[in-house]
């Protein structure tokens, strides 16, 4: 399709970007979905291109560099949104290519009940980029001490359970192997080498662990440690994934982002029901679920030495919950409530959790 040199001056109504590491791909249409001009362009020359723009609706999909600029547009007065990939595929016509992924995207973007992606702001994902180090350290860790394990076990070597453990007391056993003759020196010196490294993960982890101490201490972090089996790491996960919430209008929605949800597959007038839909990012969700298991836990071992109360409503409703569905299920449904707790804390200033319900007082009659 060929556009006028007329059609490529003219400012679009919405604006389709492919974001790319240094070649974006444009595609702008007017109010009706015309589309006006499509092109591709450097890097380098997107901000010139787009601020000589008036204020115009600009979609992009969620992807790796997406939050920047979700940022950057929407401080030059464009209503940004954003959408998951699944969504533009829905829209694409033909094959996948750049250009036809921008019209996608500007056709998704125009679609009022496309459900859009929530930008992050400068502190959100900063606290989300700390997760993600510590996350990769931890699983770094825990790979490392997999491996020496199993090599360990190839001669003969069974350690016991525990990362603490294994890290205190490897070296001894490879020194004690060594003098009886019986592992070879040269795997030896190999996993002393891995022990290093090692404890470098460990002494990572801590720094990490400081810097994220120091990011709860903000008030609605504060506010969020309140819920029951909410700490610090759950704290500021939910605020770097939430925000200030707005953009979720209920707490089921916020619930849902998380995964938190019935799977559903219903249809000729019968709802099916089946497990959480595990949507959203996985490591909020399966934190949240230890902080419940951990509270209905201890919970079950007070009422079990003869405490009747519990210390909370929501931790009487978990215990009710446990009664009537197992465990596991009880565990989910008390991690879907504090979701929808974290919700209300984060949306309203100066909000902390209430253990007992108490209603509101009834308005005052007309004189």
Known sequence: MTHTNENRNTIP???GIDLGKNLFHL???????????????????????????KSCIVG????????????TLSELGHEVRMITPQRAVAFREGQKNDKNDALAIAQAVMNPHTRLVTGKSLEQQEISSL????????RQRTQMINHMRGTLSEYGVICRKGAKWFENNVAEILQKEIQAKTFPPAVARGLLIQLDNLKNCRTHINKLNQEIDALSQKDVCQRLQT????????????YGHGGDVVHYETSSDFAASLGLVPRQHSTGGRQ???????????GIRATMIHGA??????????????????DSDLIEWGLQCYDRMGMNKATVAVANKMARIAWKVMKTPGEVFQPRYAP??????AA
């Open 13 to 15: 109504a919405i604006l």
């Open 27 to 53: 595609h702008a249409l007017d109010e009706k979905g015309k589309t006006l001009w499509a092109k591709a362009i450097k890097r380098e020359n997107l901000i010139f291109e787009i601020q000589n723009f």
């Open 60 to 71: 992009i999909e969620a992807c790796g560099g997406s939050n920047y600029w979700h940022r």
């Open 131 to 138: 997760h993600a180090m510590r996350n990769l350290t931890v």
């Open 227 to 238: 819920i029951p089996g909410v700490g610090t790491m759950i704290s500021t996960m939910l």
């Open 272 to 282: 099916i029901y089946g497990g959480i839909s595990k949507r959203g990012p996985i």
């Open 293 to 310: 298991r951990s509270i209905v836990s201890a919970a079950r071992k007070k009422r079990g030495i003869g405490d009747k109360e519990a």
């Open 360 to 365: 509101r007082a009834p308005l005052a009659a």
